[in-house]
């Protein structure tokens, strides 16, 4: 079983994580804490499984990792699961990530944490690997992603183009101009 | 109202989605807790809005932040508000908040029933398989007693990827509810068998984590898995089944046998790491279950060995790091062909990898032997020097102990050396709990082994000296209520003595080592123990003035503790000094030191003091009229040194529990009305099995009167009354730390210019030169050295060896007709436990998940779906309730015979297998089946078995056939055994 997944950066921000036994959010982010300290201080060269976390698990769990440039994929898993496949499966997660964000980096996980959830959720369910096939998991992403945008339809395209502007790179002041002002301005319209 | 709705929509893209707020945050790095506060209150205010897409933007900002480590359990209802949404969007971002947020006791989750229940039953598979992945986080009991019939019901869905999930889904229902289990077990084996890949992996997954907590209840499973082995290539779903015949094995040694030769072919052909790696894991679980007797036992050690030492030599650590893994494991059972790896192991100690240098450090153990034990330990004491982090240092130091005390010392030639280690180890930085195992070690050594009590008290009396002269640390403060207690028990020499009073008493002061020392008593009263000892020793040579000269010692020393802020010490101090005065008063009545005793009682009563004393009276008062012309003090020294006697010994871990309660003692009446009385009730035994000796039980008798609160509340006005007194001296003052008091080690002469040399090094070097001498004399010694080799299993060691090792006491004391056993059993609070079912028993009927559909009508498009389903395959539940299911059972049977004949020899095996299951699975049922009401169960199981006669009348003809069959396969198998066998091999299906 995983017990967690966790992904954070050189600094120890939390970009995604997945506990599939229950914390409360304080013990969550100790969790990140401890083990970014444990995984942080590790040279590269070193091997990729770590015992010793004492807030997660206990002598049967262990955690391993993979360093991607400013990223941090941690698993804590149990005895049941292979090491060795655990860490095929993060290069899976990985590589699936990049398809599915086109070279991906950290700011695409910090803006659409969500997206990356949702190939987690593909790769993984409730601690149990569940799908370790990428095409698969493209595959099921894509029809997804297909069906969200379906219901979106029309409605969806003013949205995607204010933020699109919002996204632009904008001067400062331009972009903390109060937007919300002018839909009040609308309203006063009598239709 | 398009108009409403458009005008909703241009509205809404201006409120803040996900990516102004993470923007936003990064913004605002300074004052970012106050930003995310304002965002809340935005969050808030949205949630309140009627737009569902607001909504859904709300919860999908509270999901980032939660991951931020705020609390958002206060949206729970909104989230369900959204999670309830028909648009698959919303959905999404619901489900995804939920699997974030809920756990199993959130508040409301009976709310989200209905509403998942339409989701599982939804046409599109990916709001279905979207439920199955939230639900997996934060399926409650009831939710999982509630859903478990639809979930079940999808594992037969039409399509794989709801199949999949619904599998893997299962194994939280179960946990969560086992009743599910076994009515749901004949479906989850019928899906070992899908044609999809992915849910035959999910199936193998499932019922690998089942299994591996009871593994015994699957073992019927074993063909179904041999034959997924030797047919699949999905390497995932091989580790798994692999792993789980390294567990199975265990308890049925014959599947060991039988998969060896697979896994043996596999680890030569397979070019995968993980899968080589896992093979050769359960290859080594089987030779552990079956020690000796198959045919290449040794040869198949070997192989492992061999391929393990490939994978330690790789330069890549993850392999290394395995390859030391699965050693320790082979470990256990075949040190021998490890210890042919010792360079491997001991060169690993060098890695820069911590992981790496932890598992060689676990290694060691088995690889010690009495020749290069002094070796390996001067190796890690060095590490230890070196060594970073408190982890690391703190791994080094347990193993370090525990391959010295391992098998009562079994290694351990020369015990001056290891003092002199522990000595070492404890003028090293560790931590505190460090201490008290070192202190435990030697207060152990010191009861244990009674040739070097001279030596370990000398040791520590040098310890003692150097907590008096700088401030101990940490580690040293725990062992110094251990030195103090050897120091004072064992030493017999004068000197030693003399010079450890005044130590013992500076120890005692608060300055020495911070007012909460706990070894401060145990130092004064050592100091006491000690001043007796010494003044016998001077008493019978005569020598008055010596015992003058130390009763003047001790009384010097102990005074400044007479008014020590520690109650235990204050006391001792006061015991101490008391008697200390009593001696000197008979020996010197007017002597200046007792006009500062405070307790000092007129002189001339002081016999009738003495009379008062109850025991002492008699015998002291024979002594005074007979012998005061002989001894100085008129017998009073022999009778203070008689309060110290007797020996203590070694205390079995578990004799405590062992002492049977005397028949006229009540334990559940109360000694004392008294409230105050229990309180101070003691908690004895609570640390055994950590060590024979936990601490030194040098006070007997409670010191204080004061109930704890009382005590704290005293040492509380005591203290505020030195904090407002100006007068008087503060203790924290900064003290300088000094090191030159530390006496320097010896160097040993052979050894030229050796920078780190230590103290404990001169046993090793002795130790090398008398082998060197002892290599010349060899030959002539050489049948002896034969000889012995047979007595002991260790090719190593020297018989001389063995002829100067001291004796060490074994085992502890047992009361009377105890036998030292571990028969305690560890209850764990696991889920697990409640899934120990006997998954071969026939289902019953009210355990059936069926009638639960009745209750809780489903929505039309769940209808549909299950009528599809029904027909194409049937389900489960269905096929339970159906009594007359003569087709089926052939079928069954037939589908049985062909695994049987492809595997025949394992299907026999596991018929004997299950043979034992089955006999100890009716026995234990009742107590194992925790969940289920034992009555009902019971009766349950009467009907049953009458059941089975009536039937296996009828069936007597058909079983005789079958018997006669397989009977020609298995001549070893009795009759019995096999009517039980195919009861299970057939299993569901036979009895309802």
């Given at each position: 079983m995983i017990k967690a997944i966790l992904v954070f950066n050189n600094h120890g921000k939390p970009r995604l994580s997945k506990f599939y036994q229950y914390f409360n959010e304080d013990m969550q982010q100790q969790i990140i804490k401890e083990t970014f300290q444990l995984v942080s201080k590790r040279d590269d060269n070193v091997c990729n499984f770590l015992e010793g976390g004492s807030l997660i698990g206990g002598s049967d769990y262990k955690l391993i990792y993979r360093h991607y440039a400013t990223l941090y994929f941690v698993f804590c898993v149990d005895s049941s699961e292979s090491e060795l496949g655990i860490l095929d499966l993060i290069q899976v997660f990985v590589e699936t990530l990049d398809k599915c964000f086109e070279n991906v980096c950290e700011l695409d996980l910090i803006f659409h944490a969500d997206a990356a959830h949702q190939v987690l959720d593909e790769l993984v369910m409730g601690g149990m690997v569940l799908q370790t096939n990428m095409a698969d998991i493209l595959c099921r992403l894509h029809e997804q992603n297909k069906m969200q945008k379906a219901e979106a339809g029309i409605s969806a395209a003013p949205a995607r183009a204010v933020s699109a502007v919002k996204s632009m790179n904008l001067p400062q002041q331009l972009r903390d101009m109060r937007l919300p002002d002018l839909p009040q301005a609308i309203k006063d319209l009598k239709f | 109202m398009a108009l409403k709705k458009v005008k909703g929509n241009f509205e809404r893209m201006f409120d803040k989605n996900l990516t102004d707020l993470v923007r936003g945050i990064r913004n605002n790095k300074d004052n970012e807790a106050k930003y995310i506060a304002q965002c809340m209150e935005e969050i808030k205010v949205e949630l309140r809005q009627d737009n569902i897409g607001v909504k859904a933007n709300a919860v999908a900002k509270l999901t980032y932040l939660q991951m931020l480590g705020y609390d958002i359990s206060w949206a729970i209802f909104n989230i369900i508000e959204v999670m309830s949404s028909n648009k698959f969007t919303f959905k999404r971002i619901g489900y995804l908040a939920a699997s974030q947020s809920f756990h199993a006791d959130s508040e409301l989750l009976m709310l989200t029933t209905n509403m998942i229940r339409k989701d599982l039953n939804a046409q599109n598979q990916y709001e279905a398989g979207l439920a199955l992945s939230g639900l997996s986080c934060f399926i409650s009991h009831d939710l999982a007693r509630d859903l478990a019939n639809d979930i079940m019901t999808l594992m037969s869905s039409t399509k794989p990827y709801l199949r999949m999930k619904a599998v893997l889904m299962m194994y939280k229902v179960f946990l969560r509810y086992p009743e599910a289990l076994r009515p749901a077990f004949p479906k989850l084996k019928e899906k070992l068998e899908d044609p999809d890949p992915g849910v035959q992996s999910a199936a193998v997954n499932v019922v690998c984590e089942l299994a591996r907590k009871n593994p015994k209840n699957y073992l019927s499973l074993a063909p179904v898995f041999f034959k997924l082995m030797t047919t699949s290539t999905n390497n995932w779903m091989l580790i798994k089944i692999i792993k789980l015949f390294g567990l199975m094995t265990q308890y049925e040694p014959d599947i060991g046998r039988k998969i060896t030769q697979s896994l043996i072919d596999l680890i030569c052909s397979t070019t995968a790491m993980s899968l080589l790696y896992e093979c050769i894991n359960t290859v080594i679980a089987v030779l552990i279950s079956i020690s000796?007797?198959?045919?290449g036992h040794a040869a198949s050690v070997q192989l492992c060995v061999q391929k393990l030492r490939i994978l330690i030599e790789d330069s890549d650590q993850n392999l290394k790091y395995l390859g030391l893994l699965a050693m320790s494991r082979i470990l256990k059972s075949h040190p021998k062909s490890v210890q042919a790896h010792k360079d491997l192991v001991l060169a690993c100690l060098d890695d820069k990898d911590e992981s790496i240098r932890l598992r060689a450090l676990g290694l060691l153990y088995g690889m010690v032997s009495k020749k290069n034990l002094m070796e390996i330990v001067k190796k890690l004491m060095m590490h230890m020097e070196r060594a970073e982090g408190t982890l690391y240092r703190d791994e080094l130091l347990t193993r370090m102990i525990e391959i010295c005390s391992q098998n009562n010392y079994q290694h351990v030639v020369d015990f001056e050396w290891y003092i002199t280690v522990l000595a070492e180890l404890t003028e090293m930085e560790t931590s505190a709990k460090h201490g008290c195992m070192i202190a435990a070690q030697l207060t152990e050594v010191g009861a244990r082994v009674a040739q070097t009590r001279g030596f370990a008290a000398r040791e520590c009396a040098a310890l003692c000296a150097r907590a008096a002269a700088s401030p101990p640390r940490a580690a040293s403060r725990e062992v110094l209520y251990a030195a103090a207690y050897v120091l004072s028990e064992y030493c017999t020499e004068e000197d030693v003595m003399r010079e450890s009073i005044s130590a013992l008493t500076l120890c005692a002061s608060a300055d020495a080592g911070g007012p909460h020392m706990r070894a401060r008593a145990v130092c004064v009263h050592a100091a006491l123990k000690l001043a007796a000892k010494l003044l016998r020793a001077f008493e019978l040579r005569g020598d008055r003035r010596s015992v003058i000269a130390v009763l003047h010692e001790i009384l010097a020393g102990v005074r400044p503790l007479l008014c020590s802020e520690d109650m235990e010490v204050q006391e001792r101090a006061h015991n101490t000094t008391a008697l200390m005065s009593l001696v000197l008063r008979r020996l010197q009545p007017a002597d200046p030191a007792l006009a500062d005793a405070p307790l000092e009682p007129p002189s001339d009563t002081l016999v009738d003091h003495e009379q008062s004393n109850g025991l002492e009276k008699n015998e002291n008062g024979e002594i005074n009229e007979e012998e005061s012309s002989k001894s100085l003090s008129g017998g009073l020294i022999e009778e203070i040194v008689s309060l110290f006697e007797g020996e203590l010994k070694p205390v079995a871990p578990k004799a405590q529990k062992k002492v049977p309660i005397p028949?006229?003692?009540?334990?559940?009446?109360?000694?004392?009305?008294?409230?105050?009385?229990?309180?101070?009730s003691s908690s004895e035994g609570?640390?055994?099995?950590?060590?024979?000796?936990?601490?030194?039980?040098?006070?007997?008798?409670?010191?204080?009167?004061?109930t704890p609160e009382e005590l704290q509340m005293l040492r509380e006005a005591r203290r505020q009354e030195q904090a407002n007194n100006p007068h008087y001296l503060k203790d924290d003052s900064p003290r300088s730390y000094q090191q030159d008091d530390i006496p320097i080690a010896e160097i040993a002469l052979e050894v030229p210019l050796q920078v780190q040399s230590k103290r404990s090094d001169k046993y090793l070097i002795t130790r090398e030169n008398s082998k060197k001498a002892k290599k010349e004399k060899r030959p002539s010694k050489k049948r002896k050295n034969k000889i012995e080799r047979h007595f002991s299993e260790s090719d190593s060691d020297d018989g001389a060896d063995r002829v100067g090792r001291p004796a060490v006491a074994e085992g502890g004391e047992l009361p009377d007709g105890a036998a030292p056993s571990d028969d305690e059993q560890s209850l764990h609070d696991d889920p697990h436990r409640a899934l120990d079912l006997d998954l071969d028993l026939p289902l019953r009927e009210e355990e059936l998940l069926s009638s639960r559909i009745q209750q809780y009508p489903l929505p039309e498009s769940g209808l549909l779906i299950k009528k599809k389903e029904s027909k194409k395959n049937k389900s489960s539940e269905k096929r339970s309730s159906e009594k007359s299911s003569h087709k089926k059972k052939v079928k069954n049977s037939k589908r049985n015979k062909e695994i049987d004949l492809m595997l025949p020899e394992i299907a026999n095996n596991n018929d004997l297998g299950d043979n034992l299951l089955i006999e100890t699975g009716e026995d234990n049922a009742p107590k194992n089946d925790l969940t289920i009401d034992d009555a009902s169960d019971k009766k349950q199981r009467e009907k049953l078995k009458t059941e089975k006669h009536k039937k296996s009348k009828k069936d007597v003809k058909d079983k005789d056939s079958k018997k006669k069959k397989t009977s020609k396969k298995d001549k070893h198998e009795t009759k019995i055994g096999y009517e039980e066998a195919l009861g299970i091999s057939t299993p569901s299906k036979e009895v309802i």
């Amino acid at each position: 079983m995983i017990k967690a997944i966790l992904v954070f950066n050189n600094h120890g921000k939390p970009r995604l994580s997945k506990f599939y036994q229950y914390f409360n959010e304080d013990m969550q982010q100790q969790i990140i804490k401890e083990t970014f300290q444990l995984v942080s201080k590790r040279d590269d060269n070193v091997c990729n499984f770590l015992e010793g976390g004492s807030l997660i698990g206990g002598s049967d769990y262990k955690l391993i990792y993979r360093h991607y440039a400013t990223l941090y994929f941690v698993f804590c898993v149990d005895s049941s699961e292979s090491e060795l496949g655990i860490l095929d499966l993060i290069q899976v997660f990985v590589e699936t990530l990049d398809k599915c964000f086109e070279n991906v980096c950290e700011l695409d996980l910090i803006f659409h944490a969500d997206a990356a959830h949702q190939v987690l959720d593909e790769l993984v369910m409730g601690g149990m690997v569940l799908q370790t096939n990428m095409a698969d998991i493209l595959c099921r992403l894509h029809e997804q992603n297909k069906m969200q945008k379906a219901e979106a339809g029309i409605s969806a395209a003013p949205a995607r183009a204010v933020s699109a502007v919002k996204s632009m790179n904008l001067p400062q002041q331009l972009r903390d101009m109060r937007l919300p002002d002018l839909p009040q301005a609308i309203k006063d319209l009598k239709f | 109202m398009a108009l409403k709705k458009v005008k909703g929509n241009f509205e809404r893209m201006f409120d803040k989605n996900l990516t102004d707020l993470v923007r936003g945050i990064r913004n605002n790095k300074d004052n970012e807790a106050k930003y995310i506060a304002q965002c809340m209150e935005e969050i808030k205010v949205e949630l309140r809005q009627d737009n569902i897409g607001v909504k859904a933007n709300a919860v999908a900002k509270l999901t980032y932040l939660q991951m931020l480590g705020y609390d958002i359990s206060w949206a729970i209802f909104n989230i369900i508000e959204v999670m309830s949404s028909n648009k698959f969007t919303f959905k999404r971002i619901g489900y995804l908040a939920a699997s974030q947020s809920f756990h199993a006791d959130s508040e409301l989750l009976m709310l989200t029933t209905n509403m998942i229940r339409k989701d599982l039953n939804a046409q599109n598979q990916y709001e279905a398989g979207l439920a199955l992945s939230g639900l997996s986080c934060f399926i409650s009991h009831d939710l999982a007693r509630d859903l478990a019939n639809d979930i079940m019901t999808l594992m037969s869905s039409t399509k794989p990827y709801l199949r999949m999930k619904a599998v893997l889904m299962m194994y939280k229902v179960f946990l969560r509810y086992p009743e599910a289990l076994r009515p749901a077990f004949p479906k989850l084996k019928e899906k070992l068998e899908d044609p999809d890949p992915g849910v035959q992996s999910a199936a193998v997954n499932v019922v690998c984590e089942l299994a591996r907590k009871n593994p015994k209840n699957y073992l019927s499973l074993a063909p179904v898995f041999f034959k997924l082995m030797t047919t699949s290539t999905n390497n995932w779903m091989l580790i798994k089944i692999i792993k789980l015949f390294g567990l199975m094995t265990q308890y049925e040694p014959d599947i060991g046998r039988k998969i060896t030769q697979s896994l043996i072919d596999l680890i030569c052909s397979t070019t995968a790491m993980s899968l080589l790696y896992e093979c050769i894991n359960t290859v080594i679980a089987v030779l552990i279950s079956i020690s000796s007797g198959m045919p290449g036992h040794a040869a198949s050690v070997q192989l492992c060995v061999q391929k393990l030492r490939i994978l330690i030599e790789d330069s890549d650590q993850n392999l290394k790091y395995l390859g030391l893994l699965a050693m320790s494991r082979i470990l256990k059972s075949h040190p021998k062909s490890v210890q042919a790896h010792k360079d491997l192991v001991l060169a690993c100690l060098d890695d820069k990898d911590e992981s790496i240098r932890l598992r060689a450090l676990g290694l060691l153990y088995g690889m010690v032997s009495k020749k290069n034990l002094m070796e390996i330990v001067k190796k890690l004491m060095m590490h230890m020097e070196r060594a970073e982090g408190t982890l690391y240092r703190d791994e080094l130091l347990t193993r370090m102990i525990e391959i010295c005390s391992q098998n009562n010392y079994q290694h351990v030639v020369d015990f001056e050396w290891y003092i002199t280690v522990l000595a070492e180890l404890t003028e090293m930085e560790t931590s505190a709990k460090h201490g008290c195992m070192i202190a435990a070690q030697l207060t152990e050594v010191g009861a244990r082994v009674a040739q070097t009590r001279g030596f370990a008290a000398r040791e520590c009396a040098a310890l003692c000296a150097r907590a008096a002269a700088s401030p101990p640390r940490a580690a040293s403060r725990e062992v110094l209520y251990a030195a103090a207690y050897v120091l004072s028990e064992y030493c017999t020499e004068e000197d030693v003595m003399r010079e450890s009073i005044s130590a013992l008493t500076l120890c005692a002061s608060a300055d020495a080592g911070g007012p909460h020392m706990r070894a401060r008593a145990v130092c004064v009263h050592a100091a006491l123990k000690l001043a007796a000892k010494l003044l016998r020793a001077f008493e019978l040579r005569g020598d008055r003035r010596s015992v003058i000269a130390v009763l003047h010692e001790i009384l010097a020393g102990v005074r400044p503790l007479l008014c020590s802020e520690d109650m235990e010490v204050q006391e001792r101090a006061h015991n101490t000094t008391a008697l200390m005065s009593l001696v000197l008063r008979r020996l010197q009545p007017a002597d200046p030191a007792l006009a500062d005793a405070p307790l000092e009682p007129p002189s001339d009563t002081l016999v009738d003091h003495e009379q008062s004393n109850g025991l002492e009276k008699n015998e002291n008062g024979e002594i005074n009229e007979e012998e005061s012309s002989k001894s100085l003090s008129g017998g009073l020294i022999e009778e203070i040194v008689s309060l110290f006697e007797g020996e203590l010994k070694p205390v079995a871990p578990k004799a405590q529990k062992k002492v049977p309660i005397p028949a006229d003692l009540d334990l559940n009446q109360w000694l004392s009305r008294d409230r105050w009385s229990s309180d101070s009730s003691s908690s004895e035994g609570e640390d055994e099995g950590t060590a024979l000796f936990t601490a030194p039980q040098v006070d007997a008798k409670p010191v204080t009167q004061f109930t704890p609160e009382e005590l704290q509340m005293l040492r509380e006005a005591r203290r505020q009354e030195q904090a407002n007194n100006p007068h008087y001296l503060k203790d924290d003052s900064p003290r300088s730390y000094q090191q030159d008091d530390i006496p320097i080690a010896e160097i040993a002469l052979e050894v030229p210019l050796q920078v780190q040399s230590k103290r404990s090094d001169k046993y090793l070097i002795t130790r090398e030169n008398s082998k060197k001498a002892k290599k010349e004399k060899r030959p002539s010694k050489k049948r002896k050295n034969k000889i012995e080799r047979h007595f002991s299993e260790s090719d190593s060691d020297d018989g001389a060896d063995r002829v100067g090792r001291p004796a060490v006491a074994e085992g502890g004391e047992l009361p009377d007709g105890a036998a030292p056993s571990d028969d305690e059993q560890s209850l764990h609070d696991d889920p697990h436990r409640a899934l120990d079912l006997d998954l071969d028993l026939p289902l019953r009927e009210e355990e059936l998940l069926s009638s639960r559909i009745q209750q809780y009508p489903l929505p039309e498009s769940g209808l549909l779906i299950k009528k599809k389903e029904s027909k194409k395959n049937k389900s489960s539940e269905k096929r339970s309730s159906e009594k007359s299911s003569h087709k089926k059972k052939v079928k069954n049977s037939k589908r049985n015979k062909e695994i049987d004949l492809m595997l025949p020899e394992i299907a026999n095996n596991n018929d004997l297998g299950d043979n034992l299951l089955i006999e100890t699975g009716e026995d234990n049922a009742p107590k194992n089946d925790l969940t289920i009401d034992d009555a009902s169960d019971k009766k349950q199981r009467e009907k049953l078995k009458t059941e089975k006669h009536k039937k296996s009348k009828k069936d007597v003809k058909d079983k005789d056939s079958k018997k006669k069959k397989t009977s020609k396969k298995d001549k070893h198998e009795t009759k019995i055994g096999y009517e039980e066998a195919l009861g299970i091999s057939t299993p569901s299906k036979e009895v309802i």
